[in-house]
């Protein structure tokens, strides 16, 4: 069986995720930068979303992060789409790409796309003390998590010249009386 990566819009992935993940919810909007799917004898069989970490202590500018991967149990399904994912975030430059999986969870598709463990063992912030409530309370809040990594580069660090001043793009009044 060929499997054949395609891209997808957010919502179409969204829709993958929302009826065949195991356990996560569909996707706030806001985090994702890219969208996989999978085509296996002409249909959809898995999606993955990519985007901005969701761990401030890994939101450097270079790392990317597989939020959700799902598919319908084709084989080698998984490793198609983290491989098309890692190899999208090496195009842009990104100088690594994490995922996180339950430390239940064996990882063999990670492996097959060439990625590492890199911890395990890790909680999760819903148990800080803290004001953040979660809206919804799911099992795997509970579990503990194991960050799987593929490491492309180091970081290129540059001096961005190009932020524009606050009167490069002036804002038109707000109300008819502040033009007096």
Not at 8 to 31: D, E, M, Q, S, W
Not at 36 to 57: D, H, M
Not at 106 to 131: C, N
Request: glycine fraction near 8%; proline fraction near 7%; include cysteine.
């Amino acid at each position: 069986m060929t499997l054949t990566i395609v891209p997808l819009t957010f919502p179409k992935a969204n829709a993958v995720i929302g009826a065949i993940h195991r356990h996560h919810a569909p996707l706030p909007g806001g985090f994702a930068w890219y969208c996989v799917g999978v085509v296996a004898n002409s249909e959809l069989v898995g999606a993955a979303i990519a985007g901005r970490p969701t761990n401030r202590n890994n939101d450097d500018g270079f790392t990317v992060e597989v939020l959700r991967v799902a598919t319908d149990g084709t084989p080698n399904a998984p490793s198609a789409l983290l491989g098309a994912c890692a190899r999208a975030a090496h195009a842009i430059g990104a100088s690594r790409i994490i995922t996180y999986t339950l430390d239940s969870e064996s990882g063999v598709s990670l492996r097959g796309a060439g990625w590492a463990k890199e911890a395990d063992g890790i909680q999760t912030w819903w148990h800080h003390q803290g004001t953040r409530v979660a809206a919804v309370q799911r099992d795997h809040f509970d579990a503990r998590k194991t960050r799987w990594a593929k490491h492309f580069r180091a970081a290129t660090e540059y001096r961005n010249s190009f932020t524009p001043s606050p009167s490069a793009f002036p804002q038109p009044p707000m109300f008819p009386e502040d033009e007096r």
